[in-house]
């Protein structure tokens, strides 16, 4: 090692999130002129460096290896070489392994240059409709029931736009339990942005439910829900009817009749002789 070699410079560039014309002119140049590029999957980026006739080396840094791959790739930005980090879309260090590469590299002393770009969260919240002059973003929900009930709680109170992302397989759930905790409120669901099947959808979760039993969900999603307000404040009432809905969102997700009772009922923190009563309620009607 070169104990008098200038330290490189970690450069953060944003890449497309599905149109690859989505790219700055900046990023392009930084990807030339780097000794490497760091990828979250090189099979991913090696599309985007081939229609740009960009032919910089490249090394993986994802989930899996961040903790072997993050110091190795800090001792060459302090031997000298310039370093850009990517990840699969967006902006690297959101909702991916990119922001601890950042933190070692900041307690390393070492420069960190942004080079802005697509975002999926900013893409969703600025055509959603919704109000954009103070939005809270959650990245993924959590899967674990305690964390994932304190942040549906939350979101009960929260006055500002909240953002998040979801995936196919866990849309419907989530769109139920958001029901179940903050009310029908309005919400956009963004489906494939930039992409050739891109979909925005708004309306009440009731009718982004509606329209997901009868269009399996695809894709990944960006979701923006409307922040609790005076058309808000009052609790979501659990009725009969709101239990019969949730059960039957479960159902659509491949639950038996059992299952998706018992479901509805850890969700919300009932019993299940609850629930299954306001279903026996809602069929005898």
Partial sequence: MNEDAKPGSLYLCATPIGN????????????????????????????????YDI?????????????????????????????ALVSDAGTPGISDPGQELVLLAVEEGLTVIPVPG???????????GLSTGRFAFEGFLPR??????????????????????ESPQRIMK?????????????????????????????????????HFRGHSPKGEFTVVLDGRNDK????????????????????????DKKGAIKETARTIGISKKEVYSAVLEVENK
């Fill in 118 to 128: 697509a975002s999926a969260v900013i893409a969703a919240l600025t055509s959603s």
């Fill in 55 to 83: 032919h910089t080396p490249l090394t993986s840094y994802h989930e899996h290896n961040k903790r072997e791959k993050g110091p190795k790739l800090v001792a060459q930005l302090k031997e000298g070489k310039d370093i």
């Fill in 144 to 165: 674990v029931r305690k964390e994932r009930n304190k942040v549906l709680n939350q979101i009960v109170a929260e006055e500002r736009t909240f953002v998040f992302y």
């Fill in 174 to 210: 989530t769109l139920q339990e958001i029901l179940t905790f903050a009310g029908d409120r309005n919400i956009v669901v963004a489906r494939e942005l930039t992409k050739v099947h891109e979909e925005i959808l708004r309306g009440q979760i009731s009718q982004i439910i509606e």
């Fill in 232 to 255: 808000t404040k009052e609790l979501p009432i659990r009725s009969s009817s709101d239990l019969y809905k949730m059960v039957t969102g479960y159902l659509v997700q491949g639950f």
């Fill in 20 to 51: 690859l014309e989505d790219v700055t002119l900046r990023a392009l140049r930084i990807m030339r002129e780097v000794s490497l590029i760091a990828a979250e999957d090189t099979r991913h980026t090696r599309k985007l460096l081939s229609r």
